[in-house]
C-alpha cells in the first residue's frame, strides 16, 4: 500500500483524472478497472465521479486469475470473447485503468503462443476500442498507483516509487490541472511543427531510420489519455518506415522481459528483429498478426518530470528527451491504418548523441526540440 503522501494526494488524483482527463458529464458511465492494491484510488475516482454526475463501475483485475487462465483455459476459450466484454466495450462512456501490479511479470511462465493466441482472439475489441477513440464516442485514460512491485522492477524503495509518481502526475504543484494545461500549451508548438513535415529522420546510437508521415495527424498527449500524459504522437504511413533502430530501453510484453531490442525495416515492415534476452519473445511477439510486424505509432516524449526508466511504459514512453514506437494497430484518430491485436511500446533514449531532420533540417537534438517550449 502506498504511504501517507500518496494516500493523502488520493482526492487530487481522482480530481484529476475526473474533471481533466475524462471531463465525465451527467449519466454517463464511466468503467474503473483496479487491482486489489489500487482499491482506495478506484474508490476515491467513484467517488468524484458520483460528485460529476456520473455512474462509476468498478471492475476487480486478479492477476492469479489471469495466470491461471492463460495457463489452464482449453484452446476455445483462449479463442472466446465474451458478448459481455464486447457489449460493454460498445457502449460505456468513460474507462479508467489503474496499472497497480502485486507482481510486475505475472505471466512470464506462460507459454508464449498462448498470449498470442488470447491477443489474436481479442482482436475485436482492440477494434472497437480503436474505432471509438477515432470517433471521440469514448473517453478513456491510463494512470498508475505506485506499488512495492513497481518500486522494485524500477529500482526504487516504495517512497521513492511514491514520490516519483507523485511528481510525474504533477500533484507537487500547487494547482495540477493548471500545471497540465501549461504542459499542454507547450506540447501543442511541437505538434504544431510536425504537423507541416513529410518527412523523420531519427540519427543516433545504433539508429538511422526515416519514417514518412505527410498527411497524419500529431495528437497532443496532454494527461487526458494518460495520466501523467507527456508525448505527442501520430502513425507513420503503413510503407513509410524504413531503416534500423536500436531501443536502449527493454520493454515488457505480457510479463516477459526484452532487452536490446533491433529493429530493421524495409518500406514499413520489420525484415529484421533481434534482441539481446527475450528473442524467442520477439518472435512471437511479431507473429501475432500481419499488422504485428508495423508501426501503429510513432512518439516523442516531453514530460521532464520523468527522468528515469521504469519498465513501466505508461512512465518510460513520457520520459522528456525519448521517441518510442509502436508495434501493432494504430490509433483511426491519427489517420494510421495498421490493423493488429497489439499495440506494443518501445522506447529509444535520445538524449544522448540524438538527432531528429524534419524534411532535412535539424528539429531536435540531445533531448531537446530547438523550439521554446515555454
Not at 2 to 24: C, H, I, K, N
Not at 224 to 245: L, W
Not at 321 to 343: D, E, R, V, W
Request: glycine share 8%; aromatic share 8%; hydrophobic share 40%.
Amino acid at each position: 500500500m502506498a504511504s501517507t503522501l500518496f494516500l493523502q494526494a488520493l482526492p487530487r488524483v481522482a480530481e484529476l483524472l475526473v474533471r481533466y482527463s475524462l471531463d465525465l458529464k451527467l449519466k454517463e458511465d464511466v468503467m474503473i478497472t483496479t487491482s486489489l492494491e489500487s482499491v482506495e484510488l478506484a474508490k476515491a475516482i467513484a467517488f468524484e465521479a458520483i460528485r460529476a454526475g456520473a455512474m462509476p463501475h468498478i471492475r476487480l483485475s486478479l492477476e492469479e486469475v489471469n495466470e491461471f487462465f492463460y495457463k489452464n483455459a482449453p484452446r476455445e476459450l483462449l479463442e472466446y470473447v465474451s458478448p459481455l466484454e464486447e457489449y460493454s466495450m460498445e457502449r460505456i462512456h468513460a474507462l479508467v485503468s489503474i496499472i497497480a501490479p502485486r507482481h510486475m511479470k505475472p505471466l512470464q511462465g506462460v507459454d508464449p503462443s498462448r498470449l498470442a493466441l488470447r491477443a489474436s482472439a481479442t482482436k475485436k475489441l482492440t477494434e472497437i476500442f480503436m474505432r471509438r477513440d477515432g470517433e471521440g464516442s469514448l473517453k478513456w485514460v491510463v494512470t498508475a498507483y505506485p506499488t512495492p512491485a513497481m518500486a522494485q522492477e524500477a529500482g526504487m524503495t516504495p517512497l521513492e516509487m511514491e514520490e516519483f509518481v507523485y511528481k510525474a502526475l504533477k500533484l507537487h504543484e500547487k494547482d495540477p490541472i493548471e500545471a497540465w494545461k501549461r504542459q499542454a500549451r507547450g506540447q501543442e508548438k511541437v505538434r504544431e511543427l510536425l504537423s507541416r513535415v513529410s518527412e523523420l529522420r531519427v540519427v543516433g546510437p545504433g539508429t538511422d531510420i526515416t519514417f514518412r508521415v505527410e498527411g497524419r495527424t500529431w495528437i497532443n498527449d496532454d494527461g487526458r489519455k494518460n495520466m501523467p500524459g507527456g508525448e505527442v504522437f501520430t502513425a507513420p504511413h503503413e510503407d513509410g518506415v524504413d531503416g534500423e533502430i536500436y531501443y536502449e530501453f527493454p520493454l515488457v510484453w505480457r510479463g516477459i522481459e526484452l532487452r536490446g531490442v533491433r529493429l530493421k525495416f524495409r518500406r514499413g515492415e520489420v525484415v529484421e528483429a533481434q534482441a539481446l534476452e527475450g528473442g524467442e519473445a520477439l518472435k512471437k511477439l511479431l507473429g501475432v498478426d500481419d499488422g504485428a510486424r508495423r508501426l501503429g505509432e510513432l512518439a516523442f516524449g516531453l514530460n521532464y518530470e520523468i527522468t528515469r526508466h521504469t519498465k513501466i511504459v505508461l512512465f518510460d514512453e513520457k520520459i522528456g528527451g525519448t521517441m518510442h514506437t509502436a508495434l501493432g494497430a494504430a490509433y483511426p484518430i491519427t489517420g494510421g491504418k495498421n490493423n493488429s491485436s497489439i499495440h506494443v511500446d518501445i522506447v529509444k533514449d535520445l538524449r544522448r548523441g540524438g538527432k531528429i531532420y524534419a524534411d532535412g533540417d535539424l528539429i531536435f537534438e540531445d533531448g531537446r526540440f530547438l523550439i521554446e517550449l515555454a
